[in-house]
């Protein structure tokens, strides 16, 4: 299997443009997540979808940012307006989540490194 | 809500050199515990894992033990290599009070191993 794909591995922007990130999980994975790393916050559960249906979006920063799941094998991140202090590495994972929870084993992408300038 | 507390970097050691890396958790009932790892340039990986107290987690030469009594989730290993130079990070699950399952992860911690 080809793992989590993520695009693009790299996104340079200015503040106010828009941003999308993108995630292929692994085929039949149920599960899909999507973190923020930075240095001062460390890593951060941003959402997380279960068969497509987002169950928790607490970690979503604030309405500049939203997350869609069309189907089960691609998801969109969001950012309009970004902003500078949105630079980050952002991290799709997904797991199996046949029970809808969090601890089944997350396999990681290899993340999309955002500068917003 | 649960939180994870993990020795802050970075560590550096001679190749075969014994390896620690503390966590402590905070947690109400009984979380799940894991040790992820990040090789520079990549997402992370799933290193090991303990679901309930006294629980023992092991991979590639990797322990750690869930011990209640102590809140902690220790990361060792006897004699570190080079490629085992990367971040490691301590990690839990929780469930906040109205809220859904989540894994809290450690600030994580940088680890160089030299020849």
Redesign the interface.
């Known amino acids: 299997d080809a793992g989590?794909i993520q695009s693009p591995r790299h996104e340079v922007t200015e503040m106010g443009q828009e941003v999308t990130l993108r995630c292929k999980p692994i085929s039949g994975h149920n599960s899909l997540f999507w973190y923020r790393q930075t240095m001062m916050r460390?890593?951060e559960?941003l959402i997380?979808f279960n068969n497509n249906v987002p169950?928790?979006d607490?970690g979503m920063p604030e309405d500049r940012f939203s997350a869609k799941m069309p189907n089960a094998s691609f998801s969109t991140l969001k950012i309009q307006p970004s902003e500078p202090r949105d630079s980050a590495v952002y991290?799709c994972?997904s797991s199996l989540g046949a029970s809808g929870?969090?601890?089944d084993?997350?396999?990681?992408?290899?993340?999309t490194r955002l500068t917003v300038l | 809500g649960n939180s994870v507390t993990q020795m802050e970097g970075p560590v550096t050691l001679s190749e075969e050199a014994f390896l620690t890396i503390n966590c402590t958790y905070t947690a109400t009932g009984y979380p799940?515990l894991f040790w992820y790892v990040q090789y520079p340039?990549?997402?992370?990986?799933?290193l090991l894992?303990a679901?309930k107290a006294d629980d023992k987690g092991s991979n590639k030469g990797f322990e750690a033990t869930y011990r209640k009594e102590t809140t902690s989730f220790h990361l060792e290993k006897g004699s570190v290599q080079v490629s085992d130079s990367a971040v490691y990070?301590c990690a839990l699950?929780d469930r906040p009070r109205g809220?859904?399952?989540?894994?809290v992860?450690?600030?994580?911690t940088k680890l160089t191993v030299n020849p």
């Open positions: 989590v460390g890593l559960l997380y169950i928790d607490s991290f994972a929870g969090v601890t084993t997350q396999y990681f992408g290899p993340g | 799940s340039g990549e997402g992370l990986q799933l894992k679901t990070f699950s809220g859904s399952e989540k894994l992860f450690g600030k994580g």
